[in-house]
């Protein structure tokens, strides 16, 4: 079946970049869109980043544009998230999302998969 694993997070000081990876496996991994969203203290779920099947086209949220890269390696089923200058108000859970087709999806697609999440915390 469909598995999303989440790592990477962690503590992690204002001003420094964490990477995060989504190892997925139970699917055709380079067939599906994959997209990442955050789930921060006392707010609702934010869609962070999506990426396309082959990599070559990501999106972004507008707020986080030129702070987070996506990416994947389709020979290792593995979807990453760089984050750099990172803030205080970037500390939440990061989750990683399966899309339902080669389209990136948003939060209301009730046939996206999400794993179980990783928490990144920025602070001094």
């Known amino acids: 079946q469909v598995q999303l694993v989440e790592s990477g997070g962690g503590l992690a000081q204002p001003g420094g970049s964490l990477r995060l990876s989504c190892a997925a496996s139970?699917?055709?991994?380079?067939?599906?869109?994959m997209v990442w969203a955050r789930h921060a203290p006392g707010k609702g779920l934010e869609w962070v980043a999506g990426?396309?099947?082959?990599?070559?086209?990501?999106d972004y949220r507008d707020s986080l544009k030129g702070r987070v890269t996506v990416s994947r390696d389709n020979s290792k089923n593995i979807l990453y998230l760089q984050m750099d200058s990172l803030k205080p108000e970037d500390t939440a859970l990061y989750y990683c999302?399966?899309?339902?087709?080669?389209?990136?999806?948003?939060?209301?697609?009730?046939?996206?998969?999400w794993g179980q999440g990783t928490q990144v915390t920025v602070s001094s």
């Open positions: 999302g399966k899309c339902p087709s080669g389209y990136v999806c948003g939060l209301a697609d009730e046939d996206a998969y």
């Open positions: 139970g699917f055709t991994f380079s067939t599906y869109a």
């Open positions: 990426s396309y099947p082959d990599g070559s086209v990501a």
